[in-house]
């Protein structure tokens, strides 16, 4: 069993960074690739990026590439994602997420975190 709690988000202006953490409990966490996704109201959950469970390859979806980061600390068990030049359409819940695979549906991934709010202010 993994759970997963996600931690790190608020209200920033246009422009502005944060950083979500994904803590993990479990001892199998470190075999996991995770993922990140966000929801915005009214509209379906997406990936964000994800990594693998070395760490070795992360991927992005276009609409963050070169603005958004993810990292993780295997010995912490913890996943980062570090959101820069944050932009009002990037409002949404942020969840971690971890499966077998760091791929870009839902349904492969096992265990979700609560999520957690992102809200970029124009």
């Known amino acids: 069993q993994v759970q997963l709690v996600e931690s790190g988000g608020g209200l920033v202006q246009t422009g502005g960074s944060l950083r979500l953490s994904c803590a993990a409990s479990?001892?199998?966490?470190?075999?996991?690739?995770v993922g990140w996704f966000r929801q915005a109201p009214g509209k379906e959950r997406e990936f964000v990026g994800g990594?693998?469970?070395?760490?070795?390859?992360?991927s992005y979806a276009d609409s963050v590439k070169g603005r958004f980061t993810i990292s993780r600390d295997i010995a912490k068990k913890t996943v980062y994602l570090e959101m820069n030049s944050l932009k009002p359409e990037d409002t949404a819940v942020y969840y971690c997420?971890?499966?077998?695979?760091?791929?870009?549906?839902?349904?492969?991934?096992?265990?979700w975190g609560q999520g957690t709010q992102v809200t970029v202010s124009s």
């Open positions: 997420a971890a499966g077998s695979r760091m791929v870009a549906v839902t349904n492969v991934y096992d265990y």
């Open positions: 479990g001892r199998t966490f470190s075999r996991y690739a």
């Open positions: 990594i693998t469970w070395s760490g070795g390859s992360t």
